[in-house]
């Protein structure tokens, strides 16, 4: 058994002064007090003195990064883009496709279905990598309009047989869709989709207030990088951001690198969403991590220069790290380590609904999986933990 102290512990719902968290087989069997239990005989101790222990990060939108696309053909393209992520106190992520010719997406479905079951039944090893817990596809079933950087002749429109294509090629790990709820056989999808568990996400869309409220009555909870690819709000035409801003039942993500919104804006949608229903995303590209260059977004490339990818012009994705993130809400919005780790842990996965099991639902509590991060007072990732591993 291990013994994990601390100065501070965020489950991240409570604040334990002084805590002890014992693992044992890479699981969590105890979270308390030093004050209210003393260590156990014969466990091995890991003391972190002003420090914070929280659960790992979570990302569910990324595209790769340390010079990797998680969608590009290779036996071992995860590895490095995992590693990477580890280092930044990411302990799980959704890998991110982006709208590419409809082969090259299903080949890229099958291999990313294949990695997910591998790290399922695979103990974590002596490398420490962040794990893949399901797929997200973001597009093709996105707006022609607010398509950003994804290709225009790879766009589809949505039907129940293309979802069904790849559906099967994924196996069933496609947790999280994003889709343009004014698209014609935008509600069918969206609605068998959510039927299947997915959390369908609104996004890369163009849809009035009136065409959002029809994607969410149909089963959409969720919203991918709010602002950005999205239609503009206006006060007399709303639009999907009206909804999206005001809607409880909807979950929100955000890209707070302070590039793809002004800090301003962070804060804004902070309050609009609360503490309850704000994500932190990185939307990272295959640049994150490295030089100034050019990468590949898929079928793209983008050139980074000064910490923004661009191609044609356009934003296309991040170099953003979650840990960063973290640190830029406590900055723009002036909230604590504690609320800022929420976005980061807890909100993602009840978003992509991982709060039905009991091992990865961003929360420290007994029967967890042991995934944590060391942080220090002001945000910085000083250890990161994975299945026990890593200490």
Known sequence: MIAITAATLFTPLERIEQPLL???????????????????????????????????????????????????????????????????????????????PLEATLSALVRLADAIEAADRSPQSGELRARPLGIHLEGPFISHSRRGVHPPENLLLPSLAAFERFWQAGRGHIRVL????????AIEVITEAAKRGVCVSLGHSDATLSAAHAGVAAGARHATH???????????DPGILGLVLTDSRLSADIIADGIHLDPAIVELFLKAKGPDAAVLITDATAATGMPDGRYRLGSLEVEVKD???????????????MDLAVRNVMQF?????????????????????????VNRD?????????????????????NTIIRGAGI
Not at 307 to 321: D, E, F, K, Q
Not at 333 to 356: E, F, G, K, M, Y
């Open 226 to 236: 709010t602002f950005n690819a999205m239609r503009p709000l206006d006060h007399r």
């Open 178 to 185: 994003t889709i343009a709820p004014e698209l014609p056989g």
């Open 362 to 382: 961003g929360l420290l509590k007994p029967g967890a999986l042991a995934d944590l991060v060391v942080l220090s007072p002001k945000g910085e990732v000083k």
């Open 22 to 100: 014992l693992v044992e087989d890479g699981f969590i069997v105890e979270v308390t007090s030093r004050a209210c239990r003393e260590l156990p005989e014969e466990s091995r101790l890991l003391d972190f003195p002003d420090s914070v222990l929280a659960p790992g990060f979570i990302d569910i939108h990324i595209h790769g990064g340390a010079g990797h696309d998680v969608i590009e053909a290779g036996v071992d393209a995860l590895s490095p883009v995992e590693r990477l992520l580890a280092r930044h106190g990411v302990t799980s992520y959704f890998p991110t496709t982006v709208t590419a």
């Open 307 to 321: 910490g923004r990818c661009r191609s044609g012009g356009n934003l296309a994705g991040s170099v953003l790290t």
């Open 333 to 357: 919005a002036q909230w604590d380590l504690q609320q800022a780790v929420r976005l980061a842990t807890l909100n993602p996965a009840r978003a992509v609904h991982l709060n039905s099991g």
